[in-house]
Antibody, heavy 120, light 109 residues
Framework: QVTLRESGPALVKPTQTLTLTCTFS??????????VSWVRQPPGKALEWLALIDWDDDKYYSTSLKTRLTISKDTSKNQVVLTMTNMDPVDTATYYC????????????WGQGTMVTVSS | EIVMTQSPATLSVSPGERATLSCRASQSVSSNLAWYQQKPGQAPRLLIY???TRATGIPARFSGSGSGTEFTLTISSLQSEDFAVYYC???????????FGQGTRLEIK
């Protein structure tokens, strides 16, 4: 059974750096073609893709947020980590991690999401 | 960036009837289009990928069509559990630049 689970702080202050961890099971990120992304959703709003890391450790970022994002993986721990710098109240959202495959970029399995509020 | 536009924003349909949701891309995405269903408090669930292929476990009443810039999700006979928000997503490019539509809320009429 494939599962993903997000973890991280529920509350961060403006200007701080957010670090989120996606811990997954049921697949390996060293398998050719495998990818994990981060997607966020502000309350009542649409989904927004943030970043993707693939089996070959290549990393891709949303154009609008690339200067603030870093994605990394620890294959031995089955984890993907996202950092977002200079957090602002508009970054308040539920953050999801999700799996996809190169060539079939749809996200077939999602974590349950973690809500992050940015407030002083 | 490819912009995805969904219409209508809200669709009111009676149970048992057919629902048709639209998604338009600002430039061709070939068949690299997915549809998701999201219920309150839940993560999105993949329904359709490759514009028309149902994901594992998705009932046959869900079907997708289209290519290029115009796509449709059809739910042939609405069940109570189908009332939710639906998103389209394109994944046309590699390196990826993935974008979602703004969603269509499907509500009970």
């Amino acid at each position: 059974q494939v599962t993903l689970r997000e973890s991280g702080p529920a509350l961060v202050k403006p200007t701080q750096t957010l670090t989120l961890t996606c811990t997954f099971s049921g697949f390996s990120l060293s398998t050719s073609g495998m990818c994990v992304s981060w997607v966020r959703q502000p309350p009542g709003k649409a989904l927004e893709w943030l970043a993707l890391i693939d089996w070959d450790d290549d990393k891709y970022y949303s154009t609008s947020l690339k200067t603030r994002l870093t994605i990394s993986k620890d294959t031995s721990k089955n984890q993907v980590v996202l950092t977002m710098t200079n957090m602002d109240p508009v970054d308040t959202a539920t953050y999801y991690c999700a799996r996809s495959y190169r060539g079939v970029g749809a996200f077939d399995i999602w974590g349950q999401g973690t809500m992050v509020t940015v407030s002083s | 960036e490819i912009v995805m536009t969904q219409s209508p924003a809200t669709l009111s349909v009676s149970p048992g009837e057919r629902a048709t949701l639209s998604c338009r891309a600002s430039q061709s995405v070939s068949s690299n289009l997915a549809w998701y269903q999201q219920k309150p408090g839940q993560a999105p669930r993949l329904l359709i990928y490759g514009a028309s292929t149902r994901a594992t476990g998705i009932p046959a009443r869900f079907s997708g069509s289209g290519s290029g810039t115009e796509f449709t999700l059809t739910i042939s006979s609405l069940q109570s559990e189908d009332f939710a928000v639906y998103y389209c997503q394109q994944y046309n490019n590699w390196p990826p630049s993935i974008t979602f539509g703004q969603g269509t809320r499907l509500e009970i009429k």
